[in-house]
C-alpha cells in the first residue's frame, strides 16, 4: 500500500538515481536546477532554501519496496486556496504500473482535504505523455492559457500544457 511521507534528506539520493539522462532530468524541472546530473545535495540544497515556508511541501511516497515516488506541494496564491504540484517522479524501474497514478491521488487527497485547497494544478511538457496519461487518469484537464508557458532546452522549444483539478463538491 503506497503512503504518503515528509521528505527527508535520506531520500534524495535514492530520487536523484531515478534520473538517468539530462532528457529525463529537464522533462522533470525544466529549469529549476542549473546543471545534471542531479546530486542528492542539489537536491537537499534546493529544498532548505523554503525549509521556513509554511507555503511549500515535500514529500515522499513509500511502500513495502521502499522509497517508491517523490513531489512538492506549494500554494500559488495568498489565501491558500490553489495548490500546485511539482518535481513529480516515481522509481525508475517502477514506471507503467500505475504507480503515478497512485500517487497523484493520494496527493489530491491530501491537497483538497488537509490542505484546504479549491483546486490543484500541474504543469507537464506536450512532448512527456506518459506525464501527461498519468495525470489525466488521475482527474486533471488540460486549461487554455493566454500564453503558453515555454522553455528553450537542447535548442528545441518546448511547450508546457497546464493542467487543473478542482474539489470535487
Known amino acids: 500500500m503506497l503512503r504518503f511521507r515528509p521528505f527527508k534528506e535520506c531520500d534524495a539520493p535514492v530520487i536523484a538515481g531515478w534520473i538517468r539522462d539530462e532528457y529525463s532530468f529537464r522533462l ?30 515535500q514529500f515522499t ?7 517508491a515516488g517523490h513531489m512538492i506541494m506549494r500554494f500559488t496564491d495568498s489565501e491558500k486556496k490553489t495548490v500546485r504540484f511539482g518535481f513529480v517522479i516515481v522509481d525508475y524501474d517502477r514506471r507503467g504500473t500505475g504507480l503515478g497514478k497512485e500517487m497523484m491521488l493520494i496527493a489530491e487527497k491530501y491537497a483538497f482535504e488537509f490542505l484546504g485547497a479549491e483546486k490543484i494544478t500541474l504543469g507537464v511538457f506536450e512532448n512527456n505523455p506518459a ?17 503558453t508557458e515555454t522553455y528553450g532546452v537542447f535548442g528545441e522549444t518546448w511547450k508546457c500544457i497546464e493542467m ?5 463538491e
Do not use: M, Q
Request: a negative charge; hydrophobic letters at 35%; charged letters at 30%.
Open 164 to 168: 487543473e483539478l478542482e474539489r470535487p
Open 28 to 57: 522533470w524541472c525544466a529549469d529549476r536546477f542549473e546543471k545534471y546530473p542531479l546530486t542528492a545535495a542539489d537536491l537537499i540544497g534546493h529544498y532548505d532554501g523554503f525549509a521556513d515556508s509554511d507555503s511549500f511541501f
Open 131 to 147: 506525464a501527461y496519461h498519468c495525470y489525466r487518469a488521475a482527474g486533471f484537464h488540460e486549461v487554455k492559457t493566454e500564453n
Open 61 to 67: 511516497a513509500y511502500d513495502e519496496k521502499g522509497v
